[in-house]
């Protein structure tokens, strides 16, 4: 099915060239098999580019979440470890979780956040990935998702949906026809080619894009890398600075509580705004919050409790919701984001950047009140 989505001799080409590396992480996971026989026996890369691909019941030992903090090796391999190696990173890296259907981006020192890598597969697909040549149908995502592909969407005109957390929303939308890319910040990403989250077509996907932006280009002096991808597309588009703190193993009781106090308080702006303000006086007003709600524009139900959301008036926004995957206790999941237009401010650490929006949003929740916790069990 791949080979009549994808370019298969153009990715070839630039996976043969002895410009480009790569790096793919199977943690494991059932990813390893397809790894092999896609990326080396039908794309030619090197043998050597398959990092823990041999797929193992209990995955080595290891936890197959493809993310900064699980996926260790592939990370440092990749230069963003404590320690940077000696060793030269490959140009492009890429993970999966334990059943292949999500997937981690990477570039040499480079994390590609998941809001902004299907933003960035969205504004190439036309041109990069023949699939999609004749046009999108729309693009969606979930709620907490960053707000870089809604900017795609509005630029190339394409319908956009903003669907709760959980991936049969999107679902229905590509067996309606109305969507045709659709992503998490959850490290989901898919199209309407199988309607579910595919780990290997995101990969196939950005290499398309790689091998496209480096068409003419393999013989030359440097390869358009995936910062550079990264960075245009911000330049284009603006930034969405963006972060996610989870409170794992929460008292369940309190992490109602603390939801119920912001179900409150999202009703009287006056309240909010003379909390954000208290916290910092540089951060926006919040001109608008709710308790997101969703009416499936194909089957008509209505999803109801699927977030708080603060939306402040230069586009930033900050999100709150209990996680429904979570193991023990409750996880409180905090969504930060900012929005950068100017692109001489695209650069910054997205921790710097969004330190003030963090102060804002822990005092605005009453977090360490309710919960106790003065820090996230983890910061993606
Ligand atoms: O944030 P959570 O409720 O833990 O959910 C995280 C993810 O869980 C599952 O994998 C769903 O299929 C996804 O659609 C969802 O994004």
Known sequence: MFRSIFDFELI?????????????????????????????????????????CVPKE???????????????????????????????????????????????????????????SVAIIAANAVNAIPYFSSGLKGVARSMPT???????????????????????????????????????ESFGTGSDHIREKDGIWAVLAWLSILAFKNKENLNGDKLVTVEDIV???????????????????VDAGAAKDLMAYLVKLQSSLDEINSSVKGARSDVSNVINADEFEYKDPVDGSVSKHQGIRFLFEDGSRLVFRLSGTGSEGATIRLYIEQYEKDSSKTGRDSQEALAPLVEVALKLSKMLEFTGRSAPTVIT
């Open 12 to 52: 070839r080409k630039l996976l043969s060239s002895s410009k480009f590396t790569f790096c793919y992480d199977a943690l494991h996971g059932v990813a390893g098999a397809y790894a092999h026989r896609i990326f080396v026996e039908e794309l030619g890369a090197q043998e050597s580019s398959l990092l823990n």
């Open 58 to 116: 209990d995955f080595g030992g290891g936890h197959p979440d493809p993310n900064l903090t699980y996926a260790k090796e592939l990370v440092a391999r990749m230069g963003l470890g404590k320690s940077d190696s000696a060793v030269d990173p490959p140009e492009f890296g890429a993970a999966a979780d334990g059943d292949a259907d999500r997937n981690m981006i990477l570039g040499k020192r480079f994390f590609v956040t998941p809001s902004d």
């Open 146 to 184: 960053s707000a870089a592909i809604d900017v795609v969407a509005k630029n190339l005109n394409l319908k956009f949906f903003e669907v709760p957390t959980g991936w049969k929303f999107f679902g229905n939308l590509m067996d309606a026809g109305l969507c045709s890319i659709c992503g998490e």
């Open 231 to 249: 960075r245009q597309h911000w330049a284009i588009y603006g930034r969405h600075y963006y972060t996610r703190y989870d409170y794992e193993n």
